[in-house]
């Protein structure tokens, strides 16, 4: 999907306000929502406080309209994220949101499909699943070893569950903004 500027800054505008309706009990602004952000996708709201992450979550999938997914996942990422305290009124200046929007999965063979840098990564094994989104990998410079150990450890699995024949290793990319 490749989202317009304007489409880009509409979803920005839906997740902070929807975050400071929970801050500060603002009332949220009708809008009038294109097409495009009607369509089912996958996306994260990312919430970074002075570069470092403060709150993280979204669907992995299309479950919902993209506009109604932003507002739902921005209030979970910004009040529910189990890693941290909810974000309080005192630091709201400091917070920077990220969207991204994820392309559709699709299953790898092999890891030399995996590109660092444009591609996410989610991996499965029975009850156990992790994702990493395509810049984390950047962020800290992995290599594609490092960037399958560090999703199954997130996922809860030993670092090279990746090389287990009965591990599900999914790509996908992301429209980050």
Same mark, same amino acid.
């Given at each position: 999907m ?6 880009? =800054?509409?979803?920005?505008k839906?997740a902070?306000n =929807?975050i ?7 009332k ?24 470092n ?20 996942? =921005?209030?979970?990422? =910004? ?7 909810? *974000? ?9 949101i990220e969207?991204? *929007?994820?392309?559709p ?5 092999d890891?030399? @499909?995996?590109?660092v ?5 989610y991996? @499965?094994?029975?009850i156990?699943?992790g ?15 490092t ?29 980050i903004?």
């Amino acid at each position: 999907m490749n989202l317009t500027e304007e489409e880009k =800054a509409q979803l920005k505008k839906i997740a902070r306000n =929807a975050i400071e309706g929970v801050l500060f009990g603002k009332k949220e602004e009708k809008q009038t929502i294109p097409e495009t952000l009607k369509e089912k996708m996958g996306v994260f709201v990312t919430l970074k406080k002075k570069g470092n992450l403060r709150g993280c979550i979204g669907y992995l999938r299309g479950v919902m309209p993209l506009y109604r997914a932003v507002k739902d996942i =921005a209030i979970q990422s =910004a009040f529910h994220d189990p890693r941290f305290n909810p *974000v309080d009124r005192s630091e709201w200046d400091d917070i920077e949101i990220e969207i991204s *929007v994820l392309s559709p999965m699709k299953k790898i063979k092999d890891v030399s @499909e995996i590109k660092v840098g444009v591609h996410g990564l989610y991996i @499965e094994k029975g009850i156990y699943s992790g994702l990493l989104l395509p810049q984390v990998a950047t962020d800290y410079n992995w290599d594609t070893v490092t960037f399958l150990q560090q999703t199954c450890y997130k996922a809860g699995l030993p670092e090279d569950a990746w090389k287990s024949k009965d591990t599900n290793i999914y790509i996908f990319s992301a429209e980050i903004f």
